[in-house]
Each structure stands twice: as C-alpha cells, then as structure tokens.
C-alpha cells in the first residue's frame, strides 16, 4: 500500500499521560500536514511541514502539542499531559507542492485518541 | 469569523436518485473549493475541486456548481449507490502558501434501498 500510513491507529491513555502518533506520508511527497477531528465535525488543521521544516502551526497546538519531521520523511506528533479535551482522531495528510499553488492532500486513516 | 462549509448535517436519498449536497461560504476572497468524501474509520478523500475562475466542473457520476454571487457550492452525485454512503464535506484552500485545508461540518449522505 503506498498510501498515507499512521500508527497506531487507536490509543486510549489516561489523563496526564504523554502519547505519541506516527505518520508516514506518501514516498517522495514535500508536505505533511496533521488535522484533528472531533465527532461530527469537519478535519481541523493543526500544522505542517514543508520537507523538515515546521512552517505553520495553529493556535489549536498549544503548548502541550510538539510535532517533528526530523528527517523530512515520517513526523511524530506528541500530546504531553494529555486532557480528556484531546479526545480525538488525529489524520495526517501529505501532498507534492511545488509552488503557492494547492495540490491535492492525500489523508491517512487517521489515530484515534481517547483520554479517560 | 468568517466560515466555510455550513451543510445540513443530514441527508437521505433513494438508491438510482440523484443527491444533491449544498455548503455554504462567507469569505467573498474565497478561491479554491474541495469537496472530500470520508467513510466511517477513514481519512477524508478527495471528490472533485473547482477554481473560482469557473462555476460548474464534472467528473465521473460527479458535478460541483460554484454559485459566487450567493457564496453557494453544490455537490451533485448521478445515479446515488450504496457505496456513496459517507460524509461529505466541502472545504476551502486556504494559507499564503496553499497549506491548509478549512473544512466545513459535513453532510452525513444516507442510501436508502
């Protein structure tokens, strides 16, 4: 499968404990991007990265929220003290962009995270 | 603030029929449409796009109708089948670099036999 992989796919944890999701984004795609979606709700855009570098984060990150790309290929997002408000499904996407112009995120199946 | 994608968050159609899935926007500078389909325990997949250089674009059993001067988008699928049954949500391009995605709430399409 060459898709968008994420790992893994379902986390349940108690509150104050610290979690961590992976993505694998499409071979040779320049841009990852993480989103949260809570039920019943649309995909929110959290941040992303162009190759390594983070170039966007929105105000959702907050402090407890830290997301890497270290090598430009798989990222981790990381959740710190993790609240029973982070409940949700984290999907990451990837895209090949060359310029300012869009072009098509491909999305993962997404972790789902619960907080007890 | 400004919003995209206001759906009715239901909708129900016989199996054969055609479906139609409305949004809604606010942002008039608003200039790049997605509609994505997402079935239950996946990510959202993209349908069909539209620039807002253009008002209609078809793609297979699929149609998207742009409508500026009300800030109206349409999703209209041919002959619905059991397997459209998803969430469809329209969403905006939106970031000085074409980084984010604004997604609106969705539509829960619903097949009836």
């Known amino acids: 499968d060459t898709g968008v992989s994420q790992n893994p796919r379902h986390k349940i944890t108690k509150r104050g404990q610290n979690v961590t999701f992976r993505c694998d984004p499409i071979?040779?795609?320049?841009?990852l991007y993480w989103y949260r979606q809570t039920l019943g709700q649309g995909p929110e855009f959290l941040t992303y990265f162009q190759n390594e570098a983070q170039l966007e984060k929105s105000r959702l990150l907050s402090d407890r929220f830290s997301a890497e790309r270290p090598k430009g290929s798989f990222s981790t997002l990381e959740i710190q003290r993790t609240e029973q408000g982070d409940s949700a499904m984290y999907l990451c996407?990837?895209?090949?962009?060359?310029?300012?112009?869009?072009?098509?995120?491909?999305f993962g199946p997404g972790t789902r995270l619960t907080v007890l | 603030g400004e919003s995209v994608g206001l759906h009715l968050p239901t909708l129900s159609v016989q199996e054969g029929d055609n479906s139609i899935i409305n949004c809604a926007y606010s942002n008039s500078a608003s200039d790049y449409f997605i509609w994505y389909k997402q079935e239950s325990g996946k990510g959202p997949q993209f349908i069909i796009d539209i620039r807002s250089n253009m008002d209609k674009r078809q793609g297979q059993r699929v149609t998207v109708l742009l409508n500026k001067t009300v800030k109206h988008l349409s999703l209209q699928i041919a002959a619905t089948q059991p397997g459209d049954s998803a969430v469809y949500f329209c969403?905006?391009?939106?970031?000085?670099?074409?980084?984010?995605?604004?997604f609106g709430s969705g539509t829960r399409l619903s097949i009836r036999p």
């Open positions: 969403a905006e391009n939106r970031g000085s670099s074409a980084s984010k995605i604004i």
């Open positions: 071979s040779e795609h320049n841009r």
């Open positions: 996407a990837s895209s090949f962009t060359l310029s300012s112009s869009y072009n098509e995120q491909f």
